[in-house]
């Protein structure tokens, strides 16, 4: 805690607003001071209320309507005597709001008088957590929602069926439950089980506590590869029949669904339909990365179907199973997404031309996805956003696979230097991606994912020179003890 009347709001900021000037003096915050708000700004008003234990009534603090702003623009000036939030939106007096949180954390409510002008140079600015491989209580996650929104982050990409457990409910499929959402614990010698199904209502509470923080909670339901847990309990999916088992082995499986089969292709039909009917997404996650062809090759339903499709490669198969789903997703009223693999094997059938790219083996996908006028999202494994490879290349270190040091997520920018001019306008933003394989509590996933998704959050708000906010990395610190969050500490 800063306890001298020293600090300055500008050095206390991340994400470092477009524009701060530092004045004179300090307003302090306390629970009898009055919060009032203009009409459209109910949702972060009650949030207000909420977060400062203050009352309605009073204009101590005021949220002011301002016509003309962008949809996340704010303008926040604090005096001795008062803060006054402008805006056009609610989302934009939200990220105000975050702002005026953050400056409280740090200085125990004595909030350093200054004038802010803030607004994000991308729309996608996001976090993925993979709730199959570590099934996160509903509790946590709003956590990690309502400190990413701190951050102004604004999309919680939710990593929901992989290989070793699918989480969520569909009706009229009772063994997602009884089979899928379960696996074997194979260090146990008895039997005994790790996972379920989340239910509507926790997805549905999930949903309004983020939405209400402006933080989108977009599914991923994972096609084709990586659905070893939806095969166990339906092996009629897969090209041998099965038996299938939801893993509990990590890795990349050849028994994937079989593109040849129309009851899989029903199965996803009314998967997606449930989906888009639970989540208020506009997008939906057909994830599409990691899928060998091995089962498809010798499996007759699906040289069947290569067959009448004319297709001479089962490469070829998969972009016809991405164009399948994709056309399930549209026709839910949806927009998909998918890892960059979605990209290959795309000679012959093409790809949906609004399917959004999500570039994760590297740059690569994101810049031949935009040059083919698809929509992007970055998140390269090579240059940080991984958050669960390893803070440090030391044996010490807990994670997977791979190191994202601070520096490189410092470094990080959501637009390649290479890109052509006209294809940096398909980059939505960027997101952070936390794979659980090693994670076994949530103290754990903290560590992983503090304070790189912080230094994330400045470059999908506003990128800054990587010097500029290793330099705040004090400040983090400070705040993720005031958030009561484990953290990396380290180079
Ligand atoms: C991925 O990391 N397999 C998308
Ligand atoms: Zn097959």
């Known amino acids: 805690m800063y306890t001298h009347h020293t600090y300055k709001a500008s050095e206390l900021l991340v994400p470092i607003p477009r524009f701060i000037e530092d004045r004179e003096g300090f307003f302090r915050l306390h629970p009898r001071i009055a919060i009032a708000a203009e009409k459209g700004f109910e949702t972060t008003h009650q949030l207000a209320l909420e977060v400062f234990g203050c009352k309605a009534g009073g204009e101590d603090i005021l949220f002011k309507f301002q016509a003309g702003m962008e949809q996340e623009a704010y303008i926040l000036t604090i005096s001795k005597v008062q803060i006054v939030i402008k805006a056009s939106t609610d989302e934009g007096a939200f990220r105000g709001l975050g702002t005026i949180r953050k400056l409280a954390l740090l200085t125990g409510n004595q ?32 956590k990690l929602i309502d400190i990413a929104s701190l951050f102004h982050l604004n999309r919680f990409h939710w990593h929901l069926t992989d290989d070793q457990g699918w989480r969520i409910p569909l009706d009229g499929w009772p063994k997602l ?31 309004a506590y983020a939405h209400a923080r402006h933080v989108l909670v977009v599914p991923e339901i994972e096609t084709p590869g990586h659905a070893s847990a939806l095969l166990a309990a339906y092996p009629e999916f897969g090209c041998t029949g099965g038996p299938y088992e939801t893993q509990d082995r990590w890795g990349i499986f050849d028994d994937v669904m079989c593109a040849g089969s129309n009851e899989l292709l029903e199965f996803l039909s ?61 026709k839910a009223g949806k927009r998909p997404i998918g890892w960059d693999e979605v990209l290959e094997g795309t000679e012959h059938l093409g ?28 998140c390269p494994n090579t240059a940080g956003c991984y958050f669960d490879y390893k803070h440090a290349d030391s044996e010490e270190e807990m994670g997977n696979l791979g190191v994202s040091t601070l520096n490189q997520v410092s470094h990080f920018s959501c637009v390649p230097d290479s890109m052509q001019e006209q294809a940096k306008e398909q980059v939505l933003g960027a997101q952070g991606n936390l794979w659980t394989e090693q994670i076994t509590t949530s103290r754990q996933a903290e560590y992983l994912l503090f304070p790189r998704l912080m230094l994330l959050a400045q470059q999908v708000w506003r990128p800054q020179e990587a010097e500029r906010i290793l330099a705040m990395r004090p400040i983090l610190v400070q705040l993720c003890e005031a958030l009561n969050l484990n953290c990396y500490r380290g180079e």
């Open 111 to 142: 909030l350093p008088c200054c004038k802010v002008e803030d607004s994000p140079d991308f729309v996608w600015r996001g976090f993925m957590i993979d709730c199959s491989r570590h099934q996160f209580s509903i509790a946590f996650l709003k």
């Open 351 to 378: 790809l949906p031309k609004d399917l959004i790219v999500m570039s994760w083996r590297g740059p690569e996908g994101g810049l031949e996805a935009s040059k083919r006028g698809h929509q992007v999202i970055m």
């Open 177 to 207: 439950a009884s089979i899928a959402a379960r696996r074997t614990e194979l260090q146990y010698t008895d039997n005994r089980t790790y996972g379920r199904l989340y239910s509507k209502e926790e997805i549905l509470d999930l949903q």
């Open 270 to 330: 009314d998967a997606i339909t449930q989906i888009a009917e639970l989540f208020s997404s506009p997008y939906i996650h057909i994830g599409g990365d990691e899928c060998p062809h091995t089962a498809w090759q010798e499996c007759p339903r699906c040289q069947d179907r290569m067959r009448q499709l004319g297709l001479t490669d089962a490469r070829f198969l998969q972009s016809w199973m991405t164009s399948k789903v994709c056309e399930m997703v549209h």
